[in-house]
């Protein structure tokens, strides 16, 4: 699992430092608008699947070790 975290969390700051990069040139109320409705929520949704994917990490360790 941590596999898919790291995965993850590097594609998700990749996607800010490009959003970054744009929105130097990408400034008017629809980029507003678009990260907003569109990059906001997905980083909600990412900080949610990334808590996910640390629980069941170590529920999977837990039972790992419970089976030895």
Do not use: P
Request: proline share 0%; hydrophobic share 40%.
């Amino acid at each position: 699992m941590s596999g898919s975290k790291g995965l993850l969390t590097l594609a998700t700051r990749h996607l800010q430092a490009r959003w970054g990069e744009t929105r130097f040139s990408w400034r008017d109320r629809k980029a507003q608008e678009f990260d907003e409705l569109y990059l906001s929520e997905l980083m909600v949704s990412v900080n949610s699947a990334l808590r996910v994917i640390e629980e069941l990490d170590h529920l999977l360790e837990k039972v790992h070790a419970d089976c030895d």
